[in-house]
């Protein structure tokens, strides 16, 4: 989201928070007077009418507010998942200096990623890309575990060569590899999560 988008959504809110209130407040002090001057019928509809449009401009704040609130936790979630992840990729099984023995590599994860998706907070127009980039992370992952699933499956099994394991790992570290193009993903994710 660019930043005068940001500012706009947040000063649409503060524009008809200070309207809602401003109403209110207004016919508040109608009310007072309609109160201690009772003769004067033409408070009431004044009172009646102010109430009803900040009631109605109240309903559009608190449900800018929960969408706002919605959003931001999905965005957070995601962003959580997405520093676990690089802190899985960053794990040692993962090194290329580790030793080529059998492995079980750390799986990533999505469940956020999911939530985002399916919870309806990101389905604005203003979230078009993000949501692109999380189905597209999202693919990423499930293949990178099918890969390592497949991998364990090679490794783990008694005929495999001493030659085989080491040629699985060197095949893990290409500059080319799936690794490297899951890390790199993950990294354009990150870059592309607005700052909350």
Known sequence: MTPAATRWTANRRTVVSLVTYGLLALAFVLGV???????????????NSLTLVAGLTGIFVERLTAESERRTEVLRAVANELHENTRLLNDERFSPDAPSTRQVYPRLVVSAVDLALVSGALGLHRDADLVGLLHRWRDT????????????????????????????????????????????????????????
């Open 33 to 47: 007077l309609w109160f201690f001057w009772p003769e004067g019928s033409r408070w009431e509809p004044a009172v």
């Open 141 to 196: 992952v499930h293949l990178f575990n099918r890969r390592l699933d497949l991998t364990e499956i090679s490794t783990f099994s008694n005929t495999i060569s001493a030659a085989e394991l080491a040629a699985f790992h060197r095949a893990l570290h290409r500059e080319n590899s799936y690794f490297a193009a899951t890390r790199e993903k993950l990294h354009d994710l990150l870059d592309a999560l607005p700052k909350l």
